[in-house]
């Protein structure tokens, strides 16, 4: 069980923990399967892999050359995902008051560098979110530990006094690859018996119930 009182910096997963950005993944997947030459995908079976590596869900899809696919998805992404990006629940309220209670806070995410600014400042979180870090800011992406111990880093933490927060199996694996303590939302997106088999610190229903554990 996690010791709450010590804790001083927090590292959030961004995907299915503290935004849905789906509609403009959706939208830029298909229209980089259509410029490669492949068929639409529908929507739940991309969905499935939101919060994981980009290159995972374009093979399940596709033996075509990655790198063209890759090209094409940001190149649509630009315009869609940041503007698709909605809050999930009380997210933007939840990191007002962490901050307001001192805590410092990081994002470390699969999504390229330029998605995360763009919804960061779409959604007004600037002030709240004291760095992040995406895809391309990383030498590995998740479930590596790079993003969450560059994030750690750039807050100037300490393991010891540093909990990771997100929904999906890779954020536990990262976590505790990187010696951190972890907390599992349970995801939108559903997939969540694999939370339970990473044996994460804590598991909780949703974001709300960090406000209750960190005071």
């Known amino acids: 069980m996690i010791e709450f009182n010590g804790i001083k910096s927090l590292i959030f997963d961004l995907d299915g923990t503290l935004i849905d950005s789906s509609d403009g993944v959706i939208e830029a997947t298909n229209y980089a399967l259509n410029r490669i ?4 995908r529908r929507s739940e079976e991309i969905v499935a892999f939101i919060g994981y590596p980009l290159e995972t869900m374009f093979k399940a899809f596709s033996q075509k050359s990655y790198k063209e696919f890759w090209m094409h998805f940001q190149k ?3 315009g869609v995902i940041a503007a698709s990006a909605k809050p999930i629940g009380n997210a933007g309220r939840i990191l007002k008051e962490l901050k307001k209670r001192g805590y410092a806070i990081g994002i470390g995410t699969t999504k390229m560098r330029v998605h995360v600014e763009q919804i960061i400042r779409n959604l007004g979180w600037s002030t709240y979110v004291d760095t992040y870090v995406g895809a391309d800011d990383v030498a590995e992406v998740k479930p590596a530990p790079d993003a969450f111990l560059e994030t750690l880093k750039r807050l100037e933490g300490r393991p010891e006094s540093c909990v990771v927060i997100g929904d999906t199996i890779n954020d536990v694996i990262a976590a505790k690859r990187a010696g951190l303590k972890v907390i599992a939302v349970k995801s939108i997106f559903g997939d969540n018996g694999k939370l339970q ?15 209750r554990l960190l005071k």
């Not at 088999?197 to 406000?211: C, K, Q």
């Open 37 to 40: 030459g492949e068929p639409p």
């Open 76 to 78: 649509k992404g630009k």
């Open 197 to 211: 088999a990473g044996n994460p610190d804590l598991i909780v229903d949703s974001l709300d119930e960090i406000l």
